[in-house]
């Protein structure tokens, strides 16, 4: 099967560098719309939908391969290996920030820069490492996630996606869980939240924009200031935005936030 037809790939634009985004936990890449349009002048935009998620070519999820983020971010690099024309600047939401890392430590040849919308390399607190979760929380997260999916899908989309002022995207996100295949969305969510990539932080040696919201119950402040330092190249910018979506809900200050960055 191809990669394009696997990954739902979409390509746009009409730059000679090319940007790639990759969405979040329960999305699609849908929810680039308001942003992605922004670079279409200056950048060959390439869109896709991970593995299991929106599009994709469901019958292609192996468990095997995606119990880590390390299959997630091979598929980077087969996307990137067919229809890429140079190295590319990668735009990850949320954990596939960290799926661009791995692919960037894999293979940096690959990458000009990374953007990193709400990272996060562990969720779970640990000494003095502030995740914003306790092993508890997530547990609890989890077990409810496994019992009643689309219950837990309706309870924690909203405020997850914040802006409290504008209800009609916790419904969009809320509709994007509940689309997402449940068995699918039960292992990536255990895989997400389990993770850990800080030991992999120091290994990326492109230059990387932190895009920190300034009240995000996923990745709270702490995680943004602790990747501005473990991150070798990296710039922090705060947003003010309530929510850990920015780029539906505060898109206007992302895009001037990137193009600061990549003009430098």
Not at 8 to 19: E, I, L, Q, S, T
Not at 182 to 202: C, G, M, Q, W, Y
Not at 239 to 260: F, K, T, Y
């Amino acid at each position: 099967m191809s990669v394009r037809k696997r990954h739902n790939v979409n390509v746009v634009g009409r730059g000679d560098v090319d940007m790639i985004f990759a969405h979040g936990y329960g999305c699609d890449q849908n929810m680039w719309r308001l942003l992605a349009g922004a670079f279409e002048d200056r950048y060959r935009i390439i869109l896709y939908d991970l593995a299991g998620c929106g599009r994709s070519d469901l019958t292609a999820y192996d468990r095997k391969k995606y119990d880590t983020l390390d299959g997630h971010a091979r598929d980077v690099l087969d996307i990137l290996e067919e229809i890429a024309t140079g190295p590319a600047v990668f735009v990850g939401h949320s954990v596939s920030a960290m799926i661009g890392l791995l692919a960037g430590i894999a293979a940096p040849e690959r990458f000009r820069e990374h953007i990193m919308v709400g990272p996060s390399p562990c969720y779970i607190n640990d000494g003095d490492y502030v995740g914003g979760f306790t092993r508890a929380d997530i547990e609890s997260l989890l077990d409810t996630l496994d019992s009643n999916y689309l219950g837990w899908a309706s309870a924690m989309a909203p405020t997850i996606m914040g802006a409290p002022d504008r209800p009609e995207l916790g419904e969009e996100l809320t509709n994007s869980f509940c689309r997402t295949d449940p068995e699918i969305a039960k292992h990536f969510a255990r895989v997400t939240f389990l993770s850990d990539n800080r030991a992999d932080l120091p290994k990326l040696t492109a230059r990387s924009l932190v895009l920190q919201c300034s009240d995000d119950v996923i990745a709270p402040r702490s995680v943004g200031d602790y990747l501005q330092k473990a991150l070798p190249n990296s710039t922090l910018r705060l947003i003010d935005n309530i929510g850990h979506c920015p780029h539906l809900s505060a898109p206007g200050a992302l895009v001037e936030a990137m193009r600061e960055f990549l003009r430098t």
